[in-house]
């Protein structure tokens, strides 16, 4: 494997990891009942990337 495409697999790992880590606490908050619609906003964002075909190229 080349060490460019290492480097795409390796950002495509980051990527999923920081949206996973992100929906984690926002579902803590969530769960917290926040009030806040912003949690609620970010918590549909991620779900709709989550299901996106870009989530399934990475």
């Known amino acids: 494997m080349s060490a460019s ?5 390796q950002l495509a ?4 990891a ?3 880590e992100s ?5 803590l908050a969530v769960r917290s009942h926040t009030r806040s619609d912003s949690v609620y906003r970010r918590k549909a964002e991620l ?10 190229l990475l």
């Open 47 to 56: 779900e709709s990337f989550f299901l996106s075909e870009w989530f399934g």
């Open 13 to 16: 790992h980051a990527i999923v």
């Open 5 to 9: 495409l290492d480097g795409y697999i």
């Open 23 to 27: 929906y984690k606490y926002t579902l």
């Open 18 to 20: 920081v949206a996973a």
